[in-house]
């Protein structure tokens, strides 16, 4: 077994609008505020030099703006992935989209859906900083992140073999200024 530090990062989607009604769930935009959550988590990662080099991202409308938000003040990753398939998946489906990285891929960020990540999450920490596994029991709120670190092969990835870092949740965090892209 591979010896080599992974990082995982799962992030939910910003806060969607549901000012038309009319728009099917997978086409639903954020609102401001989710832009701006997302905007932070960004900043956050860049504050802690989080750059993942794949980006797994569900197809949902909401997942795709919440990445590009994030990645306007964080920057693009290397590899972009928008996958239909993360649109509805279950943990277990994804665990398995995860078991199917390139192990030259790390770190990874997937951006998706509840309950899906906070399922996934859950299941795979076995250990974590206490106060932030309390919090993902509790749930993993939009534009969320929870950071974990796993030593091994991603096709060995499983229950109980992460440790859960870190949850954060934007509305903790300082505004993320103005965007990479408008400075």
């Known amino acids: ?5 992974k ?9 969607s609008s549901w000012d038309d009604p009319s728009v099917e769930d997978h086409d639903r935009p954020l609102a401001p505020r989710g832009t701006e959550a997302a905007r932070r988590i960004g900043a956050y990662m860049s504050q802690r030099r989080f750059s ?4 797994l991202c569900s ?4 997942a795709i703006q919440t990445y590009e ?3 306007s003040v964080l ?6 992935l928008v996958e239909d398939a993360l649109y509805g998946t279950t943990p277990a489906d994804l665990l398995n989209r995860l078991r199917e990285i390139p192990e030259q891929a790390e770190p990874v960020l997937v951006v998706g859906h509840n309950p899906t990540l906070q399922e996934l999450a859950m299941d795979l920490s076995g250990d ?12 993993l709120p939009t534009g969320g992140l929870a950071a974990l670190s ?8 499983g229950h109980g073999r992460a440790y859960l870092e870190s949850l954060t949740v934007p509305r903790e965090l300082p505004d993320a200024g103005p965007s990479r892209k408008a400075r």
């Open 1 to 5: 077994m591979s010896t080599e530090l």
């Open 7 to 15: 990082s995982l990062y799962l992030l939910r989607h910003g806060k």
């Open 52 to 55: 993942p080099a794949l980006v």
């Open 59 to 62: 197809s949902a409308a909401r």
């Open 69 to 71: 938000a994030v990645a």
């Open 75 to 80: 920057g693009k990753a290397n590899v972009v």
């Open 128 to 139: 974590g900083e206490p106060r932030s596994l309390a919090r993902l029991r509790e749930g």
């Open 150 to 157: 796993y030593v091994g092969r991603w096709a060995d990835l």
